[in-house]
């Protein structure tokens, strides 16, 4: 399936369960079965899908950039699940 040789397939090959997340997340979203919400911290409209937990792939966190990289570089805590929408 994935057959070129770039550090995105590398990637891709190496997290199947994160990847598969992230396809569903973009299937649904095109669909409309899931529907973007606002930054949970900010509010700010253009918002990335966060995953808690990737068995769980349209379960999903929106943050916007800035604080969906706050999120990874500092840890879960950040912000804690259950503050703004619940996941």
């Keep these: ?3 070129s040789d ?3 397939t590398h ?3 190496a997290n199947p369960l994160k990847y598969s997340a992230h396809l569903a997340v973009q299937q649904a979203l095109n669909s409309g079965k899931l529907i973007k919400g606002l930054c949970e911290v900010c509010g700010a409209a253009t918002v ?3 995953h808690d ?7 999903v966190r929106w943050l916007c950039r800035r604080h969906h990289v706050k999120l ?5 805590d950040m912000f804690p699940i259950g503050r703004g929408e619940t996941p």
């Design 1 to 3: 399936m994935l057959k």
């Design 6 to 8: 770039t550090r995105q």
């Design 11 to 13: 990637w891709r090959r």
């Design 48 to 50: 990335d899908a966060h």
């Design 53 to 59: 937990r990737y068995d769980q792939p349209l379960n």
């Design 72 to 76: 990874h570089h500092f840890g879960e």
